[in-house]
């Protein structure tokens, strides 16, 4: 055998043994605890979203108005052959409506959609990064947790809350029956 085939073998020889390793070895798991999160922006307020509480993001999607319905009902829009209510995050936290907000996330818990201006990025913080919200009058009630990053500061939103005033919204608009 030539010093180049011997070559050749031993190194063959050698992946094999760390390929066997790789799978021999206990897996590593990252001794940090994350969470991911969504950074957005409503008008000049940063927030972030759980990634957990959603289902897809989408952007430009079409929002047809529909009649009736509370201020925060945008309309309805397609997903994936289905129909969903669409709300306006700014107007349910307590901000002015954008005109045609460019963002949606699609709740996990509900078959409900929310509009909001702009989509910063995505965030994987530590947990300790995480701190839980003081009641302050100038955050929203939707708000119970804060992140704090060296770039991005802002108060995390509480999904199931948000759904809760969206089936508030949408039983106050149903009349009772006699």
Partial sequence: MS???SNVAERA???????????????????VATEDLLAIRIGAQPYAI???EITGLFAGRKITRVPGGHAALSGIAGFRGTLLPVYDLALLLGHAG???PR?????AAAPVALAFDTFEGQLR???TDILPQTAR??????ARDVVRTKDFVGPIMHLPSILNATKALRTAA???EE
């Fill in 13 to 31: 020889a050698e992946l094999r043994r760390d390929f066997d390793r790789g799978f021999a070895e206990p897996i590593r798991l990252d001794p």
């Fill in 174 to 176: 149903v009349p009772a």
């Fill in 50 to 52: 759980r990634l957990a």
């Fill in 98 to 100: 954008a005109q045609a």
């Fill in 137 to 142: 009058e100038d955050m929203s009630a939707h």
């Fill in 3 to 5: 010093v180049a085939g």
């Fill in 125 to 127: 913080v530590p947990r």
């Fill in 103 to 107: 963002w949606l996330v699609i709740a």
